[in-house]
């Protein structure tokens, strides 16, 4: 079993505060404060994203990764958290590097009646830069340029189409390896 955070309250406390300040900001990259060792077939920022974010109450779908019994068993042990069978039935849905995107249309989108009950992906990517794409919506001042580094094929295509049922759907926190950059529902994006 991996160790986590060195100091877990604190640590937890302070990675959360940049993922909130993340999805406040959004397409804003923000540095992770601090980072646990590496999970094998994670980054370490990824596992910090875990160990912050994950608890006994929600599922997490995680894809196939090398050793993934002590990946499994390090995050259960330090977070509590369930593994889902499937990404349709996840609360946090796991995209580590190279890996494909699962339909978006098909995740827990939330309901009129509680739009929160949705899904968020945690995606790794190799890096920021501000080249892909324009975002605007709640959270900007004005239009701000964003791009990521090796994102799944089709992304930001997807990410129109997941737009599109707002209020409902899905949000996403972009992971590099020392940044992360949030995504949410409401962000309107224009290509080119």
Known sequence: MRSAFAHPVDDAQRTFRAALSAMAEPLSPRALPILPPALPGLKASTAAALYTLADQDVRVWLPTLPDEDETVSSLRFHTGMRLADLPEDADFIIIAAGMPLPDLMSLKAGSAEYPDRSATLL???????????????????????????????????????????????VDVVLISDTHIAGLPRSVRIREG
């Open 123 to 169: 995606i790794e990517v190799d890096g920021f830069a501000a080249d892909q794409v324009e975002g605007s919506g709640p959270g900007f001042a004005a239009p701000r340029r964003f791009g990521a580094a090796g994102l799944p094929k089709n992304f930001w295509r997807e990410w129109q189409r997941n737009h599109a049922r707002f209020p409902l759907g």
